[in-house]
């Protein structure tokens, strides 16, 4: 799997949208982005996945860049309780799911 | 319907103890996953099951073994624990086909001293 590379941390002032990159230049074609975060201590959850075209849920939009090696993922409206570490993971199948450092979103009031 | 449940949920070994952390999902996916979180670190994968009888290696290995006698059930077990092994446990599971998301328990805090 393809290896990503993110910022240790970000801040995101409150109601306004997070965007967090991630890079993953090496990223071949049958590889999809997918996009966790850990609040606290608890365990991860998942957000949205992306293969080429942008993807948009009700917790987030992830907009993929053309030629795949980056992407960034949109937070419209942030809270306090958005308030987590992002992961970007990049993969083929689930067979060996790896995470990264990861981003360190605070929002603040 | 309870998704992935890790018990204990805490735990204090002595070094050299042995004991098994249990991981049990009732979503009938084939993949389960246990991985190690240091404080300040991002997740690290120990060991992987693609299906009932089946394990493998991932990044961290060394020290932990693993069993997937059920599908349902995926166990981690430490022979002789280490205060190296100090850490909250996670473990995860997943569907086999498509792109399918990973569903977490809500981790095992461990301390070896």
């Known amino acids: 799997d393809a290896k990503t590379t993110q910022p240790t941390s970000m801040d995101c002032a409150e109601g306004r949208a997070a965007n967090l990159p991630c890079n993953h230049s090496t990223i071949s074609g049958n590889e999809y982005v997918y996009w966790y975060r850990q609040i606290h201590s608890q365990g991860p959850q998942y957000i949205i996945h992306g293969l080429k075209n942008n993807e948009t849920n009700e917790m987030a939009s992830l907009i993929i860049t053309e030629d795949r090696k980056s992407s960034t993922l949109i937070l419209p409206h942030a809270t306090l309780r958005d308030t987590a570490v992002y992961y970007c993971i990049v993969r083929v199948s689930n067979n060996d799911m790896r995470f990264g450092a990861g981003t360190r979103l605070t929002v603040k009031p | 319907n309870a998704g992935v449940t890790q018990t204990p949920k805490f735990r204090v070994l002595k070094t050299g103890q042995s004991m098994t952390l249990l991981c049990a999902q009732d979503?009938?996916?084939?993949?389960m996953y246990w991985y190690r979180q240091d404080p300040g670190m991002g997740l690290r994968l120990i060991h992987y099951s693609v299906g009932e009888g089946t394990t493998a290696k991932g990044e961290v290995p060394d020290g932990y073994n693993v069993s997937r006698l059920k599908k349902q059930n995926f166990l981690l077990g430490l022979e002789s624990a280490a205060p190296s092994q100090t850490s909250v446990y996670f473990c995860a599971s997943s569907y086999a086909r498509g792109v399918t998301e990973a569903f977490f328990g809500q981790g095992t805090r461990l301390t070896v001293v």
């Open positions: 979503m009938n996916h084939e993949y």
